[in-house]
């Protein structure tokens, strides 16, 4: 039988993971390890159990220290953890002063996981409550925790414990958070912080950290124990219809008169646009493009003759940005639509994108030859 065990740290240079092998002691059928000199043993620590059996087969066990996580936003909590006992029940208390505001009892998934959503929002000084079985109750205080967007000073401000750990994050959202953007760092000894975000690059898109460009906001406390403390900001606006809406159909493309400023504001949204290729155009190459897409955008981009039903190209590309390029052998009104790649880049803030036609005419050289 070997022990494996995991142990997490937190600090300003973000969260580092150790894992150490140990060889129990055996006493009957129970076993212990001494943890002793392990150093970060908290309520992020994990341990796996692998027992070989006489046949040969090798059996693993799982378990997770008490944890607790608080997620607070406007309106709602989320509590959620693991205890040590998998699938046993786990009672949660959520006293306000002197009075009990709420008790609930969940049972343990076989991982020891629980998660309860609580239709109010917590305050400071709250305190909750954690009784699971076989290991020793905890409690945890809800301490004043806030956070405001400086997208002027590309940073996310707030007040904690003072001196307190803080992990502030910036994300963005497409039906999924992605918490592209972190950062580690401490409040000062009045319980104030400013996360600065400039030179943050993110792990996902490969691009800079702007603080209010369709990001929402998260700090997230670590408390003595290692239970996590976290206030999520208001989530960014949705897009709103362009000024060429209603124009879902062929019959109602707008005209083509310059660059056009669209949203896919809603998850059946799809943009119709009309444009004229006069006798002069014909045989120049013409490159229609979605272009200055915003961070929720991915577009595809069809073109069609001038019945508004025969489809003439298709943009084949892989990149979020659409474009065809094409040479008109004919004049007259033709039409082109555009779709969002998937309903998941719609509505969101950041829908958005530029349309635009570039005409490219080749102007050969006039060569003389004197005599």
Known sequence: MV?????????????????????????GNRYSVDLSD??????????????REPGGHIVRAYSHALDLSVEIEEGTTMFSGYTPTPGSPVTL???????????????????????????????????????PVGVPSDSVSIPDLTLQDDPVNNRVTGKAPANG????????????????????????????????????????????????????????????????????????PDVGPDAYENDDTFTSAAPYTGLQSRTL????????????????????????????????????????????TTLLAKDTSETPSSQ???RPTAPGTYYVKIDP???????????????????YRVHLPLVAQQR
């Not at 392990?38 to 027992?51: I, K, M, T």
């Not at 020891?112 to 954690?130: H, M, N, R």
């Open 341 to 359: 790649y998937s309903s998941r880049y719609t509505q969101l803030c950041g829908a958005t994108y530029d349309f635009f036609i570039a005409r």
């Open 165 to 236: 750990l803080l992990e502030v994050s910036l994300g963005t959202y497409n039906r999924y958070m992605w918490w592209e953007w972190t950062t580690f760092l401490k409040a000062d000894a009045n319980g104030t912080y400013a996360a600065n975000f400039d030179g943050i690059i993110s792990w996902w898109k490969c691009r800079e950290a702007q603080v209010g460009q369709c990001t929402r906001s998260k700090v997230t406390y670590y408390t003595d124990e290692g239970y996590t403390i976290s206030r999520l900001g208001a989530p960014p």
């Open 324 to 326: 065809i390029v094409w």
């Open 3 to 27: 022990v494996l065990v995991t142990s997490s740290d937190v600090g300003l240079n973000g969260r580092t993971t150790t894992s150490s092998i140990y060889t129990p002691t055996v006493s």
């Open 93 to 131: 208390t959520l006293r306000r002063g002197g009075t009990v505001e709420e008790t609930t009892t969940l049972t343990a998934s076989r991982e020891g996981f629980f998660a309860w959503s609580f239709p109010e929002q917590v305050l400071p000084g709250d305190v909750i409550d954690i009784r």
């Open 265 to 308: 504001h809603a998850v059946t949204d799809t943009d119709w646009i009309s444009f004229t290729v006069g006798a002069q155009d014909v045989g120049v190459t013409l490159t229609l493009m979605t272009v200055n897409l915003g961070p929720n955008a991915n577009t595809t981009l069809y073109l069609y003759d001038t019945d508004g």
């Open 38 to 51: 392990e150093g970060n043993v908290n309520s992020q620590s994990e341990v796996d159990v692998f027992f």
